[in-house]
Antibody
Framework: EVQLLESGGGLVQPGGSLRLSCAAS????????MSWVRQAPGKGLEWVSG????????DYAGSVRGRFTISRDNSKNTLFLQMNSLRAEDTAVYYC???????????WGQGTLVTVSS | QSVVTQPPSASGTPGQRVTISCSGS????????VNWYQHLPGTAPKLLIY???QRPSGVPDRFSGSKSGTSASLAISGLQSEDEADYYC???????????FGGGTKVTVL
């Protein structure tokens, strides 16, 4: 059974940093592309960043490029999102999502809440 | 503002058919497959339709997808109370080099 478990969310001040993790199990993690998708309060889903599987190229949404860094540790089956220079508009539930053959997201985690506020 | 547009809401009575549109451009829906997700707030989003019309195993055949140029549609026939949720279309955008989601459509069962 595929499981994705996010952690690392919390309250952080504007300008601060936070590192999210996503522990994966139930599939060959190193072979699959992964993404982070977020949902701000009262808003829709927004793709944030993605990373390839075996060839770990990365992509970012324009709203986070230069501030967020996606990475993965295939030896620990874990996906990360390093978030720097956080802004109030980054407040959201952040979901980890597994990509199937770069075509769609077939599994999602339950999400972790990030709140950026002073 | 999303580059892919959906109506904010749709509704129907039990048993009715509801259709949700998803309008994009030549850089996303016009050249890449559309996927649909069902989302209940506070839960993990669920893949509903992929590659325009394909249903993952376990998704009822009441849900169907279609394509027309730079637009896509999701139809829910035989609407049921458990279908009350938010529905999102998504596609890869070649210009933005990222996934774009529609703004979401909240389906209400009257």
């Amino acid at each position: 059974e595929v499981q994705l478990l996010e952690s690392g969310g919390g309250l952080v001040q504007p300008g601060g940093s936070l590192r999210l993790s996503c522990a994966a199990s139930g599939f060959t993690f190193r072979s699959e592309a992964m993404s982070w998708v977020r949902q701000a309060p009262g808003k829709g889903l927004e793709w944030v960043s993605g990373i390839g599987g075996s060839v770990a190229g990365t992509d970012y949404a324009g709203s986070v490029r230069g501030r967020f860094t996606i990475s993965r540790d295939n030896s620990k089956n874990t996906l990360f999102l390093q978030m720097n220079s956080l802004r109030a508009e980054d407040t959201a539930v952040y979901y980890c999502a597994k990509s199937y053959d770069d075509r769609f997201f077939d599994y999602w985690g339950q999400g972790t809440l990030v709140t950026v506020s002073s | 503002q999303s580059v892919v547009t959906q109506p904010p809401s749709a509704s129907g009575t039990p048993g009715q058919r509801v259709t949700i549109s998803c309008s994009g451009s030549s850089s996303n829906i016009g050249r890449n497959p559309v996927n649909w997700y069902q989302h209940l707030p506070g839960t993990a989003p669920k893949l509903l339709i992929y590659s325009w019309i394909q249903r993952p195993s376990g998704v009822p055949d009441r849900f169907s997808g279609s394509k027309s140029g730079t637009s896509a549609s999701l139809a829910i026939s035989g609407l049921q109370s458990e279908d009350e949720a938010d529905y999102y279309c998504a596609a890869w955008d070649d210009t933005l080099t990222g996934w774009v989601f529609g703004g979401g459509t909240k389906v209400t069962v009257l």
